[in-house]
C-alpha cells in the first residue's frame, strides 16, 4: 500500500507491486540517526509561577489586571501542570515514551528574578539542574530554549523587545545560562522567535500601538540571538562543545488560486512572516528580505514617516546576524490561503504594509484551536522553500502538535501527527532536506496561553481539578511510544 507516498508510488510505476510496497515501505522508515523528542514551554507547565524565588512575568501582570482579555479557564489555579514539583514525574514520562530528547524551555524569571543579572536565584538554578540532571541520568538529552514569551514583567516595563538594551540584557541571562547549565547541556534554542503581541496579535504585552512595535520586536531579537551565538562562539564552544540555534513559526502560506497577484501576495507574506526571522541569519547575504524592505520603504514614503519603521541593520550588524545559527528549529502546525488585498486607505500597520487577505480552506479539518486546520503537505512545502529559498543546514522540527478538548481517545491527534510525519518523511526522501529530529507538541495537556486550558495539545491527560495533577496516557502516547521504537510511521489504532 502506498498511503502517504504517492509521489513516490508514481516515480516508480516501473517495478513491480511487491517491489513498490518493500520500497513504500523504507520511505515511512525514519532514517537512521534521526531523534524523536516532545516540548513544553516553563509558563505553560511549571506552575507557582512566584514559588521558588521567581519574579512576575508579563503573563502573571496581564492575567492579574486583564482577565478579561483571556479565557474564563485559565484564571484561578496557578499551578499548572504543577512541574515546578512534579519535575521528577514528567522525566519518568519521558522515558516511559522512549524519546532521545526533551525540549523545554527555561523561566528567565525564575533564573533572575529581576531581569537583569544582578540577582541570580540560586533556587531557580537548584531547579533546573536538578531537572537537567535527571534528564540525563535517564538518557535523556536536554534541549533548552532560552526564551519562550515569559518576559521578567521588569524587562516589559522597559519596553520589552522593543527595547534595543534588550540585546545586551539577553546577553548576560545567555552567559548565565552557559555558565551554569552548559556543561550537560548541548543544544541551545535562543528562543522560540515570533513576537506575538507586538503589533498585532491578543498577546501579551498587547502593544498594539505604535505601528512600528512588530519591526523593533524582530530587529531586537534577531540581534539579541546573534550576540548570545557569538557569545558561545567566543566563551563557551571550544570547552562546552554544544550547538546553538533559534526556532522560527514555520506556518505555510500559499496563493488562494493561481492568479499571478495572488502568487506574489503568498511570496511576499512568507518574506514577512518568516523570511524576515529567517533571512537575517540563514541567507548568504543576510538582511531583511528585499521585497519587505521595499514595500515598507515605499509605505514609510506613502505615510510621511522620516525614518524607516523597520529599523535598518548596519553593514557590521548585517554580517553579525548573517551565519550565527548551528541549527534552524522550526514549529510546523497549519497553512494559509493568501489574496492580494489593496490597505492603503488603511492606518499605518504592519498588517497594512503587508497588503494581503489571510484565509483557510473550508476543505481542510479543523481542531480546538480556530486557527489549526490540518494540511499536512504545507509542512513539505515550508521544508522544501526553505532549503530553495536559503540553503542546506540541519534542521529540526521543535514543535509540531494538534489540539482538541482533551480526550483520551484521541485519534485525530494521531491522524495529524501521522500525516505531517509523512509529509515531513517526503521532505527528507524527495525533497532532499536536512531534517534531523522531530518534536511533539506537546508532552501533556498544558496553558495554552491567552486560549487558557480550553486547547489542549497533550500526549498526556492533565487533571486540573486534581490536586495531584494527575497525568493519564492518551491513545496518542502509545502510538507515539510505537513510533519512536519501530522508528516507522505505524498505523492509526482502529
Ligand atoms: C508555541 C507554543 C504553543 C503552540 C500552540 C507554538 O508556536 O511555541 O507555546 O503552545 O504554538 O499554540
Redesign the pocket.
Known sequence: MCRGLLIFCLANWAISGAEIEIKAQEKSTFPDGFLFGV?T?AY?IEGSQNAKGAGETVWDRYRETDPQLFHNSSLGDRSFCDSVNKWRDDVNLLSDLGVSFYRFSIAWSRILPDGLANNVNQEGVKYYNSLIDELIAKGIRPVVTMY??DLPMVLQNLGGWTNPYMVYYFEDYARILFTHFGDRVKHWITM?A?CPGYGDEDFPPFMKDPPVAKYFCVHVTLLAHAKAYHLYDNEFRLKQKGTVGI?V?GRWYEPRGFQKVNREAAERTRDFQVGMFLHPIFHPDGNYPARVMERIEKTNKQEGYMRSKLPQFSSEEVAYVQGTYDFLGL?L?TTYLVEDFNRSTEKPSYDKDLGVKISQDEKWSGSA?HW?KVYPEGARKMLKWIKDTYDDFPIIIS?N?F?DRGELADVDRIKYLQGYLSAILEAVYEDSVDVEAYTV??LFD?F??V?GFS?K?GLYHVNFTDPSRKRTPKLSADWYKRVIKERRIVEVPV
Open positions: 516540548a514551554s505553560q519562550h514569551y522560540n515570533a526556532t513559526d514549529n502546525y484551536s489549526l514543535e502538535g489540539s507538541w506537546s498544558n495554552e496561553w486560549a486547547e495539545f
